[in-house]
């Protein structure tokens, strides 16, 4: 079975600090992994995502995540962040089987300090 | 750019009453998808849906839920008799095809039972 552990439901940083929120999976088969970013009272949009192609992905609004298949890791980062940043993002798994569903983690709520 | 709708945005009932939650897909994609999340918790799998069948369903979704794709451009999801522990917010998804691309996710249907 597929898991995603998100280490931190609450990050703080200030505007212009790296962001680094993390992600661990567990999967049995070479796992797609994805970033989703939610911002209050709207639905989830993808941020970026993993197939098996470059580990170093690179999404939307100049995040991006590294794929660490020796730590089961997918940690995701942005050099400077924006109050605009300021949401909740969750990782999640697919096993790309025949249905493709999506395994959440409990998310990450990410609070940007003037 | 092509995006899921649901209606309603929030809908409020009485225990033990039916409601019906309602999406529209993108409209050249093949699989549907219902996830919910209870608030403060993680967002779960409920149903996949492709070529007019339940192709896969969680452990939450009970004979109370029912899924349909009654037209051929709306996807709906019935929860027969709804229980407090039915609150949460209600999110459709769809996508392309099996090849692993991005799950378009809809704003979601806050769900109250009262």
């Known amino acids: 079975a597929q898991s995603v552990t998100q280490l931190g439901s609450h990050v703080s940083v200030s505007e212009g600090a790296l962001v680094l929120l993390r992600c661990n999976y567990s999967?049995?088969?070479?796992?797609?992994l994805f970033w989703y970013v939610q911002y209050p009272n709207q639905g989830l949009q993808l941020l970026l995502k993993?197939?098996?192609?470059?580990?170093l992905v690179k999404g939307i609004n100049d995040f991006e995540a590294e794929f660490k298949k020796s730590e089961t890791s997918f940690d995701l980062t942005k050099p400077s962040a924006h109050m605009s940043d300021a949401a909740e993002y969750f990782c999640a798994v697919s096993d790309g089987g025949a249905t493709n569903k999506l395994i959440f983690g409990t998310g990450t709520l990410l609070a940007v300090q003037p | 750019e092509p995006e899921v709708t649901q209606t309603p945005s929030h809908q409020v009932t009485q225990m033990g009453q039916e409601v019906i939650l309602r999406c529209v897909p993108i409209s050249n994609h093949l699989y549907f998808y219902w996830y919910r999340q209870i608030l403060g918790q993680k967002v779960e799998f409920l149903v996949s849906f492709y070529n007019n069948e339940i192709s896969e369903k969680s452990e939450i979704f009970d004979d109370q839920f029912s899924v349909e794709r009654p037209d051929g451009s709306n996807f709906t999801l019935k929860i027969r008799s709804t229980k407090l522990e039915d609150s949460a917010m209600y999110f459709c998804?769809?996508?392309?095809?099996?090849?692993?691309?991005?799950?378009?996710f809809g704003q979601g249907t806050r769900l109250t039972v009262v």
């Open positions: 993993y197939t098996s192609a470059a580990t």
């Open positions: 999967s049995s088969v070479p796992p797609y």
């Open positions: 998804a769809s996508s392309g095809d099996r090849s692993n691309t991005e799950a378009f």
